[in-house]
């Protein structure tokens, strides 16, 4: 393949700091007074930051954490979800942030699957751990909103306790554990990914060059920070030299307004986040902040332009996943929209077919990756040997991902392999049909997806969240020219909103496992036409 699948290699220096305490001593060093952290009215520099984590790192230590040992941590966006992250890794322990939405079977496979004896939470939160069955190795929950004892709680719980003297840092090794962040188990049992220290360095390295951050920038996320997003982009800011602002979860109505009060010039959007904010009434807000790029992936092409006319905002695409790093992405001044961009330095990548063959340019393939930069990339999941040697086998990390590599390098992404459709012979790619419905002027949102036919193959079929009213043979016909016809969505089926992970994945199983009993239009019988239902 003529196709520029490997970059240079990186260059490396024995002084590059690789791990988390290095990068925040060194950030301390060179920019002590200058800010570096906000959440809810808290601010700190780069000072103030190594003293809260080495407090923190003091405070677990003398409550008896031991370097390698798990503790989970499950809150939403607060400066103690960052400090309890960051003062694990400052002594050697490794940080479990649990997703908040987390319940039953997923919760309890996550803890006891993690082996954590100490939970850190959100008090209102602690029920549901209660309620998820016998956690025989955890011995305690502290309770970050100061609450009481919970009585009959099969472990102790009880408020955090009081700070502790800040100590020094753990001698810890680029490739300990730092956190073991787990996948969102949409389609089965979670994964937790153990990432090293050293990944966090890259991280931040790798999306700083991305984006061309500056020591004047601002970072703002509202993405929960038990993902590897937004906890990223704090690395992002340790590393470049400017600052990272935690904001609350997501609010349309909000968004503008917390960016433009946190002085933001550099956020992140995901899932639906694009349409949903282009979908407002037009406001003075929309132009009134200070932020020249937003990373976000996988925006479908028709939707850049016309977002940065209207908020003044660039969006970049790239790929990395929790397993990996910044492996492929676009530029402020190398970009092309409907792709992912290219290959980043220090990355190499496969396109191959179901054989482990690469495949020509231009034809689709699961996508491989390897990098040169040392410890930047997960070393597997914990506690599950069988299913890392599958997903690392070769030496290459299997992504489950199918791409196309264009000719001159850009990367194209085409869909789960898990999500492709199979009909009349011919495999769909389910975010291409989505790219086309969101074209049409009634749809704000789409999902594609498989359902069984009577034949005993793959039916399309699509949920859609529309605007006012929907014609189902007006969209049919809006699609014939866009898409092949063994493309087109047979099934069409009216919802309020895509049930979504806390990330903003739209979880398919839940939409296929309800089946095409629930479709309000069947484009091969004779079904109502129109539909009015509102946006969510």
């Known amino acids: 393949m003529n ?26 060093a060179e920019r002590p007074h200058a800010p570096l952290f906000a ?48 003062g694990c890794a400052w002594i050697g322990a490794v940080a479990v942030p649990v997703n908040t ?164 010039t550099v956020t992140y959007l995901l899932g639906a986040m694009v349409g949903i904010l282009d979908s407002r009434e037009p406001s003075p807000r929309d132009r009134a902040h200070r932020i020249r790029i937003a990373l976000s992936p996988a925006t479908p092409a028709a939707r850049l332009a016309p977002f940065r006319e209207r908020f003044g905002v660039q969006l970049l695409d790239g790929y990395g996943s929790t397993e990996t790093n910044s492996v492929i992405g676009s530029t402020p001044d190398q970009w092309r929209p409907g792709t992912m961009g290219k290959v980043r330095p220090g990355f190499s990548i496969r396109v191959v077919d179901e054989h482990g063959v690469p495949v020509p340019a231009g034809v689709p393939g699961e996508l491989l990756i390897r990098s040169d930069q040392p410890h930047a990339l997960a070393t597997g999941y914990f506690g599950m040997p ?72 793959d039916e399309v079929m699509a949920a859609l969240v529309v605007r006012g009213d929907l014609d189902f043979g007006e969209l049919t016909d809006f699609c014939a020219p866009r898409l092949a016809s063994y493309a087109i969505p047979r099934f069409l089926r009216i919802v309020t909103d895509l049930p979504q992970t806390e990330n903003g994945k739209v979880r398919k199983p839940v939409l296929k496992a309800e089946g095409r009993a629930l479709a309000d239009w069947d484009r091969e019988v004779a079904r109502p036409r129109r539909s009015t239902a509102p946006v969510g």
Not at 165 to 183: C, F, G, H, R, W
Not at 423 to 430: L, P, W
Request: with cysteine; charged share 20%; hydrophobic share 45%.
């Open 101 to 264: 939405a987390s319940r039953g079977e997923q919760l309890h496979h996550i803890l006891t699957n993690s082996r954590a004896r100490l939970l850190v939470a959100e008090d209102e939160l602690v029920a549901h751990v209660a309620a998820a069955g016998p956690l025989p190795e955890l011995r305690s929950v502290w309770l970050l909103d100061g609450g009481a004892p919970i009585p009959g709680a099969p472990f102790a719980t009880g408020p955090v306790p009081e700070p502790a003297q800040p100590v020094n840092p753990e001698p810890v090794a680029p490739a300990d554990t730092a956190a073991i962040l787990y996948t969102s188990g949409t389609t089965g049992v979670s994964k937790g990914v153990q990432c090293p220290q050293g990944q966090f360095h890259w991280w931040g390295a790798n999306m700083a060059d991305q984006l061309g951050l500056r020591e004047d920038d601002v970072l703002y996320t509202c993405l929960p920070l038990f993902h590897t997003n937004a906890l990223n982009a704090f690395m992002q800011a340790v590393v470049c030299g400017g600052s990272f602002v935690l904001g609350p979860r997501f609010s349309a109505s909000r968004f503008w307004g917390d960016a433009a009060a946190a002085g933001t």
């Open 3 to 28: 196709v520029p699948l490997q970059t240079e290699p990186t260059p490396l220096n024995a002084s590059m700091p690789l791990t988390i305490p290095q990068l925040l001593l060194r950030r301390a």
């Open 386 to 457: 069988e299913v890392t040697t599958k997903a690392w086998q070769d030496l290459w990390f299997h992504s489950g991902d199918r791409v196309v590599v264009d000719d001159d390098g850009w990367v194209r992404f085409v869909d789960r392999i898990k999500d492709v459709i199979r009909r009349r012979g011919e495999n769909i790619s389910s975010v291409e049909v989505e790219q086309v419905l969101r074209e049409h002027p009634a749809v704000a949102e789409a999902a594609v997806y498989a359902v069984d036919s009577e034949l005993g193959e």
């Open 39 to 86: 959440c809810g009215g808290l601010e700190r520099d780069g000072r103030a930051m190594v003293e809260a984590v080495a407090r923190t790192g003091g405070l677990l230590r003398r409550e008896g954490v031991q370097a390698g040992q798990t503790v989970a941590l499950m809150c939403s966006n607060r400066t103690e979800l960052l400090d309890f992250i960051l």
